[in-house]
């Protein structure tokens, strides 16, 4: 049984990371991420860890068990998401626009039942659209509507309008910041604000000054949208990202469509989180020789990772396809995508590994890192290859954003 100390493992691990980064003429050096990831490992080990009592000594099994428990725990975490206000007022294309996916039909009345839309990797983000409050049909059943439709249970509340609040809806918007529940107020169809005697700026402040301000009080922020257009879109998402858990922040990152490139590079960043943890899982207990490359790593863990970062970035084969007939004169562009498409297929995990498997970072990580979490050549090369299947994923990603970027323009300006 291999015994080691906590303060051990972390100085035997940062010693290892000096010598593969070699200093600036290293191979590693040009890498940036890599120093970046490893950072991350040893800070998921500190998290797992810092409530122990007794850390002087631990098997290396039982460190591989703690960590595969905290991170399975996370790709369980939930995040739950409701659109409340009128019908017509936008809620559906809203979701569909956030998410970057059809998942609800625009125009379709709901009825008294909650109608729920998940979506994200393993299922683990639910949009919630909650019946008109005004629709209950008596007082009674008005005043236990936050217990049956289990309101408690939900992150964030986006407050739909797009013309003046109800009474009924006033009430409900109310309940909700009574309860200290974290909301956004959102101005849907801001496309449609048009008045010739006033500017648009004008329109929008009345709006908050004579339709938001009176009922809900001078601290209210509203963020004002349009499908059609983008606009306000990226500023909405931030906003979700601010009120959310920390712990919940990675995944609307992962999973939320970008409308800017500091969203993106948000993305980007907690894909490789992501993809060190794949690594760590994968080189664990349950690997075992993949034919072809000839390194221990859990195959499964893997092809859930390449097709988590696919559900990502947003890039189905459909998708892909309409991007590679789009850009017929980018030959390089076009290579990109066929190399995606490729990497869907059957055995495409396999054409991944391969390309990497001989790689010399591959053989130098394997050989620097402690063997702790398994086989170090199996994380080695889900590492490595994880993380450039990240960067071709998020090259398309660019492109397509600087595509959408004339969509963001404001029809007024």
């Not at 080990?45 to 991170?71: A, C, G, P, R, W």
């Not at 970035?313 to 490729?342: M, P, V």
Request: glycine residues 6%.
């Amino acid at each position: 049984m291999d015994v080691i100390t906590y303060s051990s493992f972390n100085y035997s691990l940062s010693k290892n990371i000096n010598i593969i980064m070699g200093g600036t003429n290293s191979i590693m050096s040009k890498y940036d991420d890599f120093n970046y990831s490893i950072k991350e490992m040893l800070d998921l080990v500190q998290n797992v860890f810092k409530s122990k009592e007794d850390l002087s000594s631990m098997d290396t099994n039982d460190i591989y068990e703690e960590l595969k428990k905290q991170i399975e725990e996370e790709s369980k975490t939930k995040i739950s998401v409701a659109f409340f206000g009128q019908p017509g007022a936008g809620k559906s294309s809203l979701m569909n626009k956030l998410a970057g996916e059809k998942l609800a039909d625009a125009g379709i009345k709901p009825g008294m039942k909650v109608t729920k839309h998940v979506w994200g990797e393993n299922d683990s983000i639910e949009f919630v659209d909650l019946p008109g409050f005004d629709g209950v049909p008596d007082e009674h059943v008005r005043d236990e509507y936050w217990e049956n439709y289990d309101c408690e249970s939900i992150d964030l509340f986006l407050c739909c309008f797009e013309s003046k609040f109800n009474q009924a809806d006033a009430e409900f918007f109310k309940r909700v910041m009574s309860e200290n529940k974290g909301h956004i107020f959102v101005r849907t169809k801001a496309d449609s604000i048009f008045d010739e005697n006033m500017s648009l700026d004008e329109l929008k402040k009345e709006i908050v000054t004579e339709q938001v301000t009176p009922l809900f009080g001078e601290k209210v922020k509203v963020i004002f949208t349009s499908i059609r257009t983008n606009e306000g879109l990226d500023e909405l998402q931030n906003e979700i990202i601010q009120l959310l858990d920390e712990t919940k922040q990675g995944k609307w990152f992962r999973n939320a469509k970008a409308f800017s490139k500091e969203f993106l590079e948000s993305k980007k960043k907690a894909c490789k989180v992501k993809t060190i943890r794949s690594a760590i899982l994968s080189a664990g207990s349950g690997a075992i020789p993949i034919p072809v490359v000839g390194v221990p790593l859990d195959i499964n863990i893997y092809n859930d990772l390449l097709k988590d970062i696919r559900i990502s970035y947003g890039l189905t084969d459909s998708r892909l396809e309409q991007l590679y007939e789009k850009h017929q004169a980018d030959q390089k562009f076009k290579d990109n995508i066929k190399q995606l498409i490729d990497y869907a297929g059957k055995g495409g995990s396999i054409l991944l590994l391969k390309r990497y498997s001989n790689h010399v970072i591959i053989k130098q990580i394997a050989k620097s890192l402690p063997i702790i979490l398994g086989s170090s050549s199996g994380f080695a090369l889900t590492y490595f290859s994880g993380m450039k299947f990240v960067d071709e994923n998020h090259e398309i990603a660019e492109q397509i954003l600087k595509d959408e970027i004339p969509l963001k323009k404001n029809v007024y300006a």
